[in-house]
């Protein structure tokens, strides 16, 4: 039996949503990566133009899971939902919290129609790697991420 619930989040979790995000920034050695606020949270998620969703995992009256996602768009496929994170606490590891949030994220894709559903791993992270080859991910070797943080943003060369 299950001693958890798996549920849409709310503002009331952003708190807690946050303190997941930071302990997932301590696991994957980058605890000073986390520029994120509750306040910046709250305006992206609940304000007028909101950008991402999440779901939570909730045991008696305490947030033990969080999986997060927005929409992306592929010139190939159409709308896509984009996971950004699937967090479990640590202490709630391996009590299928990950995987009861994993379905909730995919039937939101079904029920939205998305084209498909993607996400990243970490390639050190054989744990996240193996559940999700368990449950049929293909994981695609040959992409290679990018990103531009806010201060290269601020340097860059603009064409003239």
Not at 13 to 21: E, K, N, R, S
Not at 26 to 47: H, Q, R, Y
Not at 93 to 115: P, T, Y
């Amino acid at each position: 039996m299950q001693d958890f619930t798996i549920r849409r989040g709310t503002p009331d979790d952003l708190q807690a949503a946050l303190a997941l995000i930071t302990e997932l920034a301590i696991f994957e050695k980058a605890p000073n990566e986390v520029s994120n606020t509750t306040e910046k949270m709250l305006e992206d998620g609940f304000g007028q133009n909101p950008v991402f969703g999440f779901f939570v995992a909730q045991k008696v009256d305490k947030i033990v899971g969080l999986a997060l996602f927005y929409t992306r768009y592929s010139t190939w496929k159409g709308r896509c939902l984009y996971l950004e994170d699937i967090i479990v606490t640590e202490s709630e590891r391996g009590n299928s919290i990950g995987k009861k949030l994993m379905d909730a994220v995919v039937q939101e894709a079904i029920d939205r129609k998305d084209a498909l559903m993607m996400w990243q791993v970490l390639d050190w992270n054989t744990p996240a790697i193996d559940f999700y080859k368990k449950y049929g991910a293909r994981l695609e070797p040959e992409w290679i991420n990018c990103k531009l943080d806010a201060q290269a943003l601020q340097k860059w060369q603009f064409s003239e």
